[in-house]
């Protein structure tokens, strides 16, 4: 345990020295993932699946805020799908339209989860944004989640009907769309919505509540809730989802969501201590927990006479020897 | 001689005015009301046109069973229908907008006045440090 703790701690110092640097590249290795993502398992434009283009543009989103890569995203979407066709790039561009002015415009920070949700549920490990989410404390990204599974379901209806797109003529515009707004439009759909945004619900509740081991609790309830209300919507609505696969993917993402937790806070439950203290109108019951230390000793604080002796003190001494405080107060009272 | 105290404090600033707190200056550059008028304003657009996309959705879904049906329809109920939905989707936006906006507004609020505080005190420290330096030089020069 000590070791990882000294692996975390070492991260968070080269974080910290790093960190202009590091934002840039995490930003730009998540745009690069997410639009070869979208080049992966679309392609159907070859303007927006070109590899340059994608770098040019996963390198203009590590300078750009993070809500850039949700946009470029959608736009890659949009582009791909009117590589399918003018109607159907027409009802992809309205259903990202809707989905930013519905919930992305009030969340633009959070966006990007949008993005890595749609991932997610793509490779399997649906549970992982929804519980990542949950432990960052962030509430209102279960907007985001949506977003992701129901830009996740376009990128699937997309490949799922691209055959039968092609077999129908290119101006047969109502059979093309009955096609595939029907097969964008299915229960797993809301399944999907519901159990991703009641599994982040779930983990921040029971973040926010304090006992001991709340963050690995929480973490697991939002996994169990996931499957649960996955299997019992698919079940009720006849989704069809396969049940072994999200149980395997929320397994591996809760052992992914336990691991990031470790890395952002680590408590040393043990040394908790319980408190009481009042003022004139109320009682304060506080529980402090420390933080986890590498070598497992307390903090001790410094000693006053301890202090390095060659740094700079913090404030500059004003020099009031070299003030001629007779003169200045002769001066003042001949303005007087 | 640097005062590193000022320089600190000039760093921390700058780096608010480029991070979090850009946005929270740029939110308190308006009144409460004009900002929550405004977001207000663009919410009622942009839900009109998410209304409109949503209704047009629905309609492409099946446009030649729509076009068959449409002679005999009640075009009262179906336009009474349209505007309900449409009222208590504005509604319920218009809702959430208010309340996010007057959030924000006080969360910028809140941590602009931070700033402002430090700001006065930078500039407190520049004035203590400039009425030094006419002293210093009166003594040189006698």
């Given at each position: 345990m000590n070791t990882i703790r000294e692996f975390k701690k070492k991260l968070t110092d080269f974080y910290g020295r790093y960190s202009a640097y590091a934002d840039i590249l995490i930003k730009f290795l998540t745009a690069l993932c997410a639009y070869l993502w979208v080049r992966s398992v679309t392609g159907y434009s070859a303007v927006f699946s070109n590899i340059f283009i994608l770098l040019v543009l996963a390198l203009v989103s590590s300078v750009l805020p993070s809500g850039s890569i949700a946009l470029i995203s959608g736009i890659l979407v949009a582009g791909q799908a009117f590589g399918l066709g003018l109607d159907v790039g027409g009802v992809v561009t309205a259903v990202l339209v809707i989905l930013f002015i519905l919930f992305l415009r009030f969340i633009p920070e959070d966006s990007t989860a949008a993005v890595l949700m749609a991932m997610g549920v793509w490779f399997g490990f649906g549970a992982l944004v929804p519980l990542v989410c949950g432990l960052r404390k962030r509430l209102a990204s279960v907007f985001s989640l949506a977003s992701g599974v129901v830009i996740c379901q376009l990128v699937r209806t997309m490949g799922a009907t691209r055959e039968s797109l092609s077999l129908l003529?290119?101006?047969a515009y109502p059979d093309r769309l009955k096609l595939f707004m029907g097969a964008m439009f299915r229960p797993g759909l809301v399944v999907g919505c519901v159990a991703a945004m009641a599994a982040a619900a779930v983990v921040y509740l029971l973040a926010l509540a304090?006992?001991?081991?709340c963050l690995e609790t929480a973490s697991a309830a939002g996994a169990v809730i996931y499957v649960v209300l996955t299997a019992v919507g698919s079940s009720v609505l006849g989704a069809g989802t396969d049940l072994t696969a999200v149980i395997v993917g929320s397994a591996a993402s809760l052992v992914v969501a336990l691991i990031l937790s470790f890395l952002w806070i680590s408590l040393d439950y043990k040394k908790s201590e319980k408190f009481r203290i009042e003022d004139d109108e109320y009682y304060y019951y506080v529980k402090a927990i420390p933080k986890a230390k590498t070598d497992g000793a307390p903090y001790e604080a410094p000693e006053p006479?301890?202090?390095?002796?060659d740094e700079a003190p913090l404030v500059e001494r004003p020099e009031v020897d070299d003030i001629d405080f007779e003169s200045r107060l002769e001066e003042s009272l001949k303005n007087l | 001689m640097i005062n590193t105290f000022r320089l600190l404090k000039m760093i921390r600033l700058s780096r608010y005015e480029e991070g979090e707190g850009g946005e929270d200056l740029r939110v308190c550059g308006y009144y409460r009301s004009d900002y929550i008028g405004l977001q207000l304003i663009g919410t009622a657009v942009l839900t009109t046109v998410a209304f409109g996309l949503i209704a047009a959705l629905a309609v492409l879904y099946d446009i030649e069973g729509f076009l068959d049906i449409i002679g005999d329809l009640d075009l009262t109920a179906v336009i009474t229908l349209a505007v309900v939905v449409y009222a208590f989707l504005m509604a319920a936006y218009l809702i959430i907008t208010y309340a996010i906006a007057s959030l924000r507004h006080r969360r910028a609020r809140k941590s602009v006045r931070g700033y402002e505080r430090e700001l006065k005190e930078l500039k407190l420290l520049g004035r203590r440090t400039s009425s030094i330096r006419p002293a210093r030089r009166s003594r040189r020069r006698d």
């Open positions: 003529e290119a101006t304090g006992f001991r081991y006479g301890e202090a390095a002796a | -």
